[in-house]
């Protein structure tokens, strides 16, 4: 699906290009009434408050949405299709309430089968929530296709799933279930490729979300990381919790895989958005010169150079 307007009512009448640097030529608008000129066929819930609960106010944009026969996709924790008022609006307009966040039934304990795929498993990681491991993985995938490479992207979140179109989101399975909702993700990604790129949640070092990430790390068993992280963060986001050193954040998550499956880290993707551009280089170059790892902004300056890294220990991991 095409983007072709974006609600928001503080930034109406501008390009999309000219909040986020991306998405040129698509509008900004002030409520769904004028969206709908550009003819849309779905409206997408593009925010995921803490707690996940559909904010009172929209239910009205909703019905306006439904009643405008347009499908509805969701990434809260608030199911839309356990809704009964919209469940049965949406059905007497037949439309689909989507919610990606909704994970499938029946998800097992994992028992290290990820371990047993022929594809070369790399999982994204970070030093926080929102520091690009979405982005990053994405980018990286996209990259790697270009060069012929028959990579997969393998979202764990609603808004990897919401642009890919597929995977499970960890965060909304039962604690005893995370890590088998990952090895699920890299079978089903294996059956049909050879290098998976996982996206990875929160961090190790984040006191609400720290146990995600764990089990993302032992479900997926990935064969080596890509970490991520913000170069002016030094806390964890709406926390007092100091980060650590980027090289003491790599040492960790190298050491907790390594119990189950050895795994390195191989290059760092910086999210430089709130950097000018020479600062952003200048992150660059320390991030390389302080852990020995190649490193880049994935969105100023392309993904090759993580890309260069997953292929060649992608041809090494399949000589093995």
Request: glycine share 8%.
């Amino acid at each position: 699906e095409n983007v072709v307007a974006v609600i928001d009512s503080e930034n109406a009448g501008r390009d999309t290009s000219e909040i986020i640097e991306i998405g040129e030529g698509i509008p900004v608008v002030q409520d769904l009434a004028e969206a709908m000129q550009f003819k849309p066929t779905m409206l997408a819930i593009g925010i995921a408050p803490p707690g996940g609960e559909l904010p009172h106010a929209w239910r009205a944009i909703l019905h306006e949405a439904i009643h405008n026969r347009l499908h509805v996709m969701s990434g809260l924790h608030q199911f839309l299709s356990e809704d009964a008022e919209l469940a049965e609006l949406a059905a007497s307009h037949e439309v689909l309430l989507w919610d990606a966040r909704k994970p499938p039934a029946n998800l097992p304990v994992a028992t290290c089968k990820a371990d047993d795929v022929d594809a070369t498993v790399i999982l994204t990681v970070g030093s926080d929530c929102r520091v690009g491991k979405m982005l990053s993985g994405i980018e990286v995938t996209r990259t790697a296709r270009e060069r012929g490479l028959d990579a997969e992207f393998c979202p764990t979140g609603q808004n990897g799933i919401m642009v890919w179109g597929w995977g499970i989101a960890i965060d909304a399975v039962v604690s005893d279930f995370t890590a088998g909702a990952a090895e699920q993700i890299v079978l089903e990604g294996a059956a049909d490729h050879s290098l998976l790129i996982v996206e990875g949640q929160g961090s190790l070092v984040h006191p609400g979300y720290s146990g995600v990430t764990l089990s993302l790390l032992h479900g997926s068993l990935p064969d080596a990381m890509i970490f991520c992280h913000q170069p002016s963060r030094d806390t964890v986001a709406r926390y007092t919790v100091p980060l650590p050193s980027v090289p003491e954040m790599i040492a960790q998550y190298e050491a907790m895989a390594a119990p189950i499956k050895p795994a390195k880290v191989i290059g760092l993707a910086l999210n430089c958005f709130d950097l000018s551009e020479t600062a952003a280089r200048e992150a660059v170059i320390a991030a390389e010169a302080e852990t020995g790892l190649p490193a880049t902004d994935v969105v100023r300056f392309g993904a090759d150079k993580l890309v260069d890294a997953v292929q060649a220990f992608h041809i090494e991991n399949k000589k093995r």
